[in-house]
T-cell receptor, first 112, second 115 residues
Framework: KQEVTQIPAALSVPEGENLVLNCSFTDSAIYNLQWFRQDPGKGLTSLLLIQSSQREQTSGRLNASLDKSSGRSTLYIAASQPGDSATYLC???????????FGKGTTLSVSS | SAVISQKPSRDICQRGTSLTIQCQVDSQVTMMFWYRQQPGQSLTLIAT?????????ESGFVIDKFPISRPNLTFSTLTVSNMSPEDSSIYLC????????????FGSGTRLTVV
């Protein structure tokens, strides 16, 4: 059974720092991996989708990488801002069209 | 990618009552998913709802407690029945990935508090 783990569970950084969030999954035979952002008490906002054939995706200050063979993905946030404060969730799509399997998330706090 | 309208956004309910959550999608989708997010936890899949067939429930979730309707390709409801304080959670609906470029889309969530 696929399990997704995110480290660290929480992270506090000063504004301007570059940071890395980690995600690992136990079964490397995934279809896609997706990173989400969730603000307190709110729904999910999709940040990046990495297809299984891809190594990385970039959107603005965000860069996500995928290493299927080792079962790992990282989300890199450059020049962090207080507005980046949220919980970041990693989710894998085991087979095409099936429900996502989520990690527990990393709660990020960026202080000004 | 699909846009999902979910309502209500939040509700406070008395124990023993039921609440129905609605999700409306702006395009036709085959599969819809319902998740629960308990306080401080990540998302757990409740069930998968395909149009024209009964929903498929995950271990630990039963139809009597969480009945789901899927009357057409753009709409679904989840009912939380005979609520107890343990049902206090955020409930989210999601639709399948529309194409290779866009990922899964989620509704804005329903924050349920049972008192």
């Amino acid at each position: 059974k696929q399990e997704v783990t995110q480290i660290p569970a929480a992270l506090s950084v000063p504004e301007g720092e570059n940071l890395v969030l980690n995600c690992s999954f136990t079964d490397s035979a995934i279809y896609n991996l997706q990173w989400f952002r969730q603000d307190p008490g709110k729904g999910l906002t999709s940040l990046l989708l990495i297809q299984s054939s891809q190594r990385e995706q970039t959107s603005g200050r965000l860069n996500a990488s995928l290493d299927k063979s080792s079962g790992r993905s990282t989300l890199y946030i450059a020049a962090s801002q207080p507005g980046d404060s949220a919980t970041y969730l990693c989710a894998v799509e085991d087979q095409a069209g099936t429900a996502l399997i989520f990690g527990k998330g990393t709660t990020l706090s960026v202080s000004s | 990618s699909a846009v999902i309208s979910q309502k209500p956004s939040r509700d406070i309910c008395q124990r023993g009552t039921s609440l129905t959550i609605q999700c409306q999608v702006d395009s036709q989708v085959t599969m819809m998913f319902w998740y629960r997010q308990q306080p401080g936890q990540s998302l757990t899949l409740i069930a998968t709802a395909n149009q024209g067939s009964e929903a498929t429930y995950e271990s630990g979730f039963v139809i009597d407690k969480f009945p789901i309707s899927r009357p057409n390709l753009t709409f679904s409801t989840l009912t939380v029945s005979n609520m107890s304080p343990e049902d206090s959670s955020i409930y989210l609906c999601s639709v399948e990935r529309q194409n290779a470029r866009y990922g899964y889309t989620f509704g804005s969530g329903t924050r349920l508090t049972v008192v």
